[in-house]
């Protein structure tokens, strides 16, 4: 995902949200922020460490995983390494990778999680800021029941025209197992390009009550036509 420019530009965005000009306008800035910066990115490599806790187990299960992302292609996925990952534990990080590659190659508009006009309402909240950046606070409404839907809120970078934060809960009940769960993902930018940089979902799960997964983005690598840019570090943004 992707950002633009000073607090006189936001206040002038939240002054033309609440005359009720329009969310859309702003989503509409951050689409055409994202495709003009990812516009010459052939393919994404990022190293992840997963983290599933439910206190009823001894110790967290913990996974590391090298996610390849190709647009117009899909993922592909390589497992570096699990620790406490057994039989229930292991089947589970499996699942989540098998679901993700399955969702990033699927062309269906059931599986388009856009934050574009297409999708979502959006409301507006106001103002606030993370980490020193001024931000505009935006209520989402999918226009659909999905599972790939967040009904909740974005907080926009409107310096830049990014997404620095979503949370909410999945429009749709993801299984019968899981249903819907609580979502925070956080983004930041690295070599030009919004990526996220931190995930975690909280389930109640069945049989098993309260369980957290938690995805950290420890590095990418974002090569484009003509060039490779070294690998960097990601780190989160929070409220």
Request: contains cysteine; aromatic residues 8%.
């Amino acid at each position: 995902m992707i950002l633009r420019s000073t607090f006189l530009f936001c206040s002038g965005v939240v002054a033309l949200l609440a005359s009720g000009a329009d969310g859309v306008q702003l989503m509409q800035r951050v689409n055409a922020a994202d495709d003009s910066r990812e516009a010459e990115v052939t393919k994404i490599v990022s190293t992840r460490r997963y983290v599933l806790h439910n206190r009823r187990w001894d110790k967290d299960a913990v996974m590391r995983v090298r996610i390849v992302s190709e647009p117009g292609i899909g993922k592909r996925y390589e497992i570096l390494g699990m620790e406490n990952a057994e039989g229930l534990q292991k089947k589970i990080f499996e699942k989540i990778l098998q679901g993700e590659v399955e969702a990033s190659r699927k062309r269906s508009h059931e599986a388009d999680t856009r934050l574009s006009s297409e999708n979502y309402e959006f409301n507006p909240l106001g103002s606030g800021s993370i980490d020193g950046r001024p931000c505009t606070l935006v209520a989402l409404k999918p226009k659909r029941k999905s599972k790939y839907l967040i009904e909740g809120k974005a907080c926009i970078d409107t310096n830049e025209n990014a997404v620095l934060r979503v949370e909410g809960k999945t429009a749709r009940s993801v299984s019968f197992w899981i249903g819907s769960p609580r979502i925070v993902q956080s983004f930041r930018k690295v070599d030009g390009v919004w990526v996220s940089c931190m995930n975690r979902s909280t389930s109640d799960v069945r049989f098993l009550g309260s369980t957290q997964l938690t995805v950290d983005f420890v590095d990418y690598d974002i090569v484009r036509r003509g060039r490779q840019v070294a690998r960097q570090p990601a780190s989160a943004a929070g409220f």
